[in-house]
């Protein structure tokens, strides 16, 4: 696929809407648009995923390595696709959007708030394109989104400001319809807080998309083993019966919402996927393993607690079942969460800690662990690189065990993760499938 890079000049900038108007700018054309997002994140992607009709990849080098990162971009579905950025071009050392661009050789299109500018965006985008001089990427800043930026003289003004090296690719007007509401961990999902079609639409026809397929090219970078890892093309939430493969439960509602399309795509392919709703009343299907994703269980624990699916896994993982939990899996399996408002309700109950939502985040970070011993997700001194963001802690039993060691990030309870009962694991970690850490889950499924 042809493809570019839409990053910003910081966090909070306005990179998820104009990437969202990108994708309707490209589909009004003809275009079939395949979104993607640098880093670990899940809440952009499902606001990209609502607009263009399919999940949008996940490129994170830290998480899939230089091999990883080129498979995902290839595994995409479409003829153009939109990368959008994570925080500020350069911030982020383990994997920053410039090391996005640069891994797969794809141009920059910045995108710069000029709601109160007009020759200083020009200014803005000349200086990120020539501090790429100083990083250690072949990056090239290519072009210029104005975000929140009026038309007649304020576009003039920034248009005619720009240097012939980096084009304009048009604004995005300032409209109420194109703020998406925040919370903790960032914005709301998609299907939550969907921007106004209207005004979506009306983004779209102020993009200069022929600009915008003149910058977009192919990858040049070759992909060492495009075959290895994660297969694509099947998400995994309606898979049919494979006769003989295992029965992997994965929990799919409100609650827990946070997973990658490629673990998707991997479970499919390995296994057969019951979706159940615990938020909603579900009991644990029969299944040969659990897979609890990370999500919102704060914003549903009574529901969680009310329901029969909590016991059944409690019952599940005491007989032996293999059940991993990540992060929002974590707390649901832990013995209490208590939220936000002070409430604290009882949950599955596997793991030996309580559960308490902050109200300021507790870790956020990519992270590196050492398996101490043989896990459910690696065998023993391998490590894995994952990510951390949320904003609970876990108050630990003096006696529970823990399956890793960590290596760079925060942990469950400092240097330790991974808490393990029974064949059971919960981790604030989420990794990707190609960590190899499903692999191993769905091993020792089968094993």
């Known amino acids: 696929m042809r493809g570019l890079v839409l990053a910003g000049t910081a966090s909070g900038i306005g990179k998820t809407v104009a990437t969202l108007a990108a994708i309707r700018a490209f589909e009004n054309a003809d275009r079939t648009v395949q979104p993607a997002k640098a880093g670990p994140d899940f809440i952009d992607p499902s606001h990209h995923a609502r607009v263009a009709g399919r999940p949008s990849r996940t490129l994170d080098p830290w998480l899939q390595g230089d091999d990883g990162l080129r498979r995902n971009y290839a595994r995409g579905d479409g003829d153009l696709c939109v990368v959008e950025g994570m925080m500020g071009l350069y911030d ?21 708030d000029a709601s109160a500018g007009m020759e200083s965006v020009a200014a803005t985008a000349l200086g990120f394109a020539e501090y790429a001089d100083r990083t250690p990427h072949d990056l090239n800043v290519v072009g210029v989104v104005a975000q929140r930026a009026h038309g007649g003289r304020h576009e003039a003004g920034i248009r005619e400001a720009l240097p012939n090296s980096i084009a304009y690719c048009g604004r995005v007007p300032p409209h109420q319809g194109l703020e998406i509401p925040d919370r903790h961990l960032g914005l709301q999902m998609g299907e939550e807080a969907p921007l106004d079609d209207a005004a979506l639409d009306a983004a779209a026809e102020t993009l200069r998309t022929d600009r915008l397929l003149d910058i977009a090219r192919e990858p040049t970078l070759p992909v060492t083993d495009p075959d290895a ?25 409100a609650a827990f919402r946070f997973i990658y399309p490629a673990t998707r795509e991997l479970l499919a392919e390995r296994a057969t996927v019951v979706p159940f709703a615990p938020t909603t009343g579900d009991d644990l299907p029969p299944c040969d393993g659990v897979y609890l994703p990370g999500g919102y269980p704060e914003l549903h624990a009574a529901a969680l607690a009310d329901g029969p699916a909590l016991g059944s896994i409690a019952d599940a993982a005491s007989e032996g079942t293999p059940v991993l939990g990540e992060c929002g899996g974590l707390m649901a399996l832990a013995e209490t969460l208590t939220t936000a408002d002070g409430d604290a309700h009882e949950m599955a109950g596997v793991l030996p800690a309580s559960v308490e939502r902050r109200e300021r985040y507790q870790a956020l970070n990519h992270v590196e662990l050492r398996a101490r011993r043989g896990a459910l997700t690696a065998d023993a001194g391998a490590r894995l690189r994952g990510h951390e963001f949320h904003y609970s802690a876990a108050d630990v039993a003096s006696d529970a065990r823990f399956a890793f060691d960590v290596e760079r990030g925060t942990g469950i309870d400092g240097d330790r993760e991974g808490l393990t009962e029974h064949r059971t694991l919960g981790t604030y970690c989420h990794v990707h499938p190609e960590s190899g850490a499903f692999d191993a889950f769905l091993d020792e499924v089968e094993g």
């Not at 982020?92 to 710069?112: E, H, K, Q, Y």
């Open 229 to 253: 890892g994660a297969a694509g093309g099947d998400d995994g939430r309606n898979r049919g019966d494979r006769g003989d493969s295992p029965r992997i439960a994965v929990a799919d509602d």
């Open 92 to 112: 982020g050392n383990a994997a920053s959007t410039a090391g996005v661009a640069a891994g797969l050789d794809l141009p920059v299109v910045l995108v710069v």
